[in-house]
Every structure is written in C-alpha cells, then in structure tokens.
C-alpha cells in the first residue's frame, strides 16, 4: 500500500470516527437542553455562568456550575489517563473503557430518567453532571486519539478552524495544499454528524423521552465496534506487510545464494 | 510506584474538585427551598422590546389591561399571588379562584417550568431568587414583542 493511499485511508477511518462521535454528542447535548434545559456536550455556558455567579456571590450557584465543571474535567482526565497508560498493553481496550465507561453513564441516565426521575433539582444536577461526565470521557477520548487534534462534542474551535482553513485556501500559494483541504473535509464532517445527530434527537425526543439515551448507547456501541474493526484491521495489515517483507528477504537470499553458484561453477 | 502515585493522582484529583463542589452546595440554602412559601407579584414591566414609535414599553410598568392581553393565553393568567408548596404544588390565586399546578426548577436552577394537567406546559427564566424577591422573565409575542419581567415579593 504506498503513502498517498494510507493517508486517505487513515483520512476516511478518522472522518467516519469523527462523524460518528459527532453525532452522538450532538444526539446528548439536544436531549439534555430539552429535558434538563442544561447544555451538556460543552462547558463554556457553564464557565460564564460561574463566572457570573463568583460576581454574584451565588455561593449554591457557585457550587453547581463547579461541579458540573469538574465532572467534565474529570471525564476528559480518566478518558486520556486510560488511554495512555494502557496504550502499550492493548490498545483496542484501551480505546473501549471510555466508551464502555459513556455507555454505562448513559444507560444509567436514561432508565433513572425513564422510571425514577421526580423532577427534583438534585436529581437534574447529578444527571446533568453525569452526562457531562460522559461527553468528558467522549472528548477526551476523541482528542487523545487524533493527538488531540480531533474534539467532537463542541464545536466552537472547530467552526474557527474550519474558518482559518477555508480562508488558507484563497491564499493562492496555500490553495492546492491537499492537508488543508483534508482537515476541512474532517471538521466539516464533525460539524455536520454533530447537526444531524442534534436534528435527529429533536425529532424523536418528544416521542422516546428518556429512552433516547438507550438510543445513544446503541450508537456509541456501533462506534465502539467500528474502532474494534479498525484496530484488528490494522493489526491484520501490519501483519500481512511484515510476512510480505519476509518473503521479499527470504527470496533475494536464495537469489544471492544461487547467484554465487553460478559464480563459482 | 510510578503508576501508583500517577492513579492516587487521578484519583485524588477528582475527588477533590467534587469534594469541594457538594461540601459548598450542602452548605447552602438551595434555590428549591428558597423559593417556597407565598409570593405576591408586584410589578410586570418590559425588560426588552420592539419599541414602536415614539412609544417606549421598557421605560413604563405594564397596565392591567396589556398585561390581561399578554397573560391570556398563559397558565398564570390573572394570578396574583403564587403559594409554592413542597410537593411540587404551585397554588396560582386569582381573585376568584385558585389554580393547582406543578412546578420544578430546572438546568442550573435557572428556570421554572410550569405544568397544569400534564398538558400545558410554560418556562420562566428565573432571574434572581433570594429571601425577599424573586424576579422571572418570560418571552412575549403578543401586542408587543419582548421580554418580560415580573417581580415578586415574599408574604
């Protein structure tokens, strides 16, 4: 397989990957706003609430957005801490914890919300700083994975990327950069899973409720496959390159040899 | 060893950041339990809008008559004074009856929804909630388009 044919190869994996996270954050940051009326794929509402609080002296407001903050924090920290120190042992587990891990906050999230939740104010902030705790795990595993090049479940950097990218390209010496291009391809992949998964929980959310985030698990399963898919093919290539090389050795050795008979007689 | 202090690490990290968080929020009153008891509304003004003309809505107080207009068609329709209860009961009365609705506080505590009969449901924004007042906003669409303030005063 030469370069250029990897790269897109590595390219098209990263954009199926990225879309489907997208997706899924999408998916959980609409079904939090219309059942918690609280963003949960991002924490930059909840900075400025904190900050607005801290001017306030709202010392329960205060408490909460520092909660919310810190699970998030938290979520990312377990998701890159998983990933590197279990990198060198299996990297496909490595790779599934977090998300067995968003699996289990969602599905959690979505029964308690199904037959127990009672629309107290402490059951919203824990759900809410559950998920959150989730699309941590979700972001920092995306992030840890692309070098951190890659962050699915917000998309404001993204939307400055992808505008800094796209005014690259009228720059007439950066127009035929082929990176450039692949990164937009990549982010405007994101943006569009991240839409499509917000537009789709919009739609069935009046109609599944809390059952949604089932709904979601199901699709973080799809991913979690799909990477364990990835993982083994690659491993699977690697292998099939390696006998590949030792075939090519084994057959210029006994060229050598032959050669040197000749040689000799 | 490494790996030990790098996980007692990871884990005293978290812990102390939540630690933190539930020991300030369990210290305080909550905004669940401050707004309990009996508010009576003291004034409905425009926050933000359209303003037509000459004429200024965010300048003046909103008269009866308008405010019989915006509220029509809403579930706090002529209340005048709102008894929150523990169980999740808001008494809205009227000068001529009383109306049972559910409430619950929602996001970071920053709205109030509103249901009657699991049928109608409302959002408030709640702007500012403490011992004395409180203040919602909610947005209006009719006569003229804006936000709308109503204040409180604990009875």
Same mark, same amino acid.
């Not at chain 1, 044919?5 to 079904?31: H, P, Q, W, Y």
């Not at chain 1, 951190?148 to 800094?164: E, M, S």
């Not at chain 1, 010496?173 to 991240?194: P, Q, V």
């Given at each position: ?14 954009? /199926?990957?990225? %879309? ?70 299996? /990297?496909?587990? $490595? &790779? ?23 629309e107290t104010l402490?059951?919203t ?39 800094? &990218?796209?005014? %690259?390209?009228? @720059? ?12 937009? @391809?990549? %982010? ?14 919009? @739609? ?25 898919? /990835? ?5 699977? %290539? ?21 050669? /040197?008979?000749?040689?000799? $007689? | ?47 933000? *809008? !359209? ?7 965010? *300048?003046?107080?909103?008269? !009866? *008559? ?20 523990? !169980?999740s ?13 559910d409430w619950a506080l929602m996001?970071?505590?920053?709205i109030l929804r509103l249901k ?24 209006? !669409? ?14």
């Amino acid at each position: 397989m030469n370069t250029a044919s990897r790269e897109n190869r590595k390219l098209n994996d990263k954009i /199926k990957f990225g %879309m489907m996270s997208a997706f899924t954050a999408g998916m959980v940051n609409v079904s939090s706003l219309v059942l918690f009326f609280s963003f949960t794929s991002n924490i930059t509402g909840h900075f400025a609430i904190l900050a607005n609080e801290l001017a306030n002296g709202n010392i329960f407001k205060i408490a909460i957005a520092l909660l919310w903050i810190s699970l998030y924090f938290t979520g990312s920290f377990f998701s890159n801490f998983l990933i590197r120190n279990g990198a060198t042992t299996n /990297k496909y587990l $490595s &790779h599934s914890v977090p998300i067995v891990l968003e699996i289990i906050c969602l599905v959690a999230v979505g029964l308690y919300g199904h037959y127990v939740y009672a629309e107290t104010l402490i059951e919203t902030e824990i759900l809410v700083a559950v998920l959150l705790f989730a699309m941590g795990l979700q972001n920092g595993l995306t992030a840890s994975i692309a070098s951190f090049g890659l962050k699915t479940t917000h998309l404001t950097g993204l939307t400055t990327d992808l505008a800094i &990218h796209l005014s %690259m390209l009228f @720059k007439k010496d950066m127009a035929n950069k082929e990176n450039i291009r692949n990164r937009m @391809k990549l %982010m405007g992949s994101i943006a569009l899973g991240y839409l499509i998964g917000g537009a789709v929980a919009g @739609k069935i959310i009046h109609y599944a409720h809390f059952m949604v985030f089932i709904y979601i698990s199901v699709a973080m399963i799809v991913i979690m496959v799909y990477d364990w898919s /990835k993982t083994f093919s690659i491993k699977e %290539m690697y292998k099939r390159q390696r006998q590949r090389q030792r075939a090519i050795f084994t057959t210029t050795d006994e060229q050598d040899v032959l050669g /040197k008979k000749y040689a000799q $007689s | 060893m490494k790996f030990l202090s790098h996980v007692l690490i990871a884990v005293l990290i978290p812990l102390l950041l939540l630690g933190s968080a539930f020991v300030l929020r369990s210290n305080h009153l909550s905004p669940e339990q401050m707004i309990m008891g009996n508010w009576k509304e003291v004034s409905w003004t425009y926050e933000k *809008a !359209d303003n037509k003309g000459s004429v200024n809505f965010n *300048a003046e107080p909103i008269n !009866d *008559a308008m405010k019989h207009m915006i509220s029509q068609s809403k579930i706090i329709h002529e209340a005048e004074t709102w008894n929150f209860t523990p !169980d999740s009961g808001l008494v809205l009365n009227t000068h001529h009856k009383n109306l049972n609705v559910d409430w619950a506080l929602m996001g970071s505590s920053n709205i109030l929804r509103l249901k009657y009969n699991d049928e109608f449901e409302e959002h408030y924004n709640l702007i500012e909630l403490n011992e004395k007042r409180m203040v919602l906003h909610f947005e209006n !669409d009719r006569l003229t388009r804006g936000i709308v303030k109503i204040t409180f005063e604990k009875i």
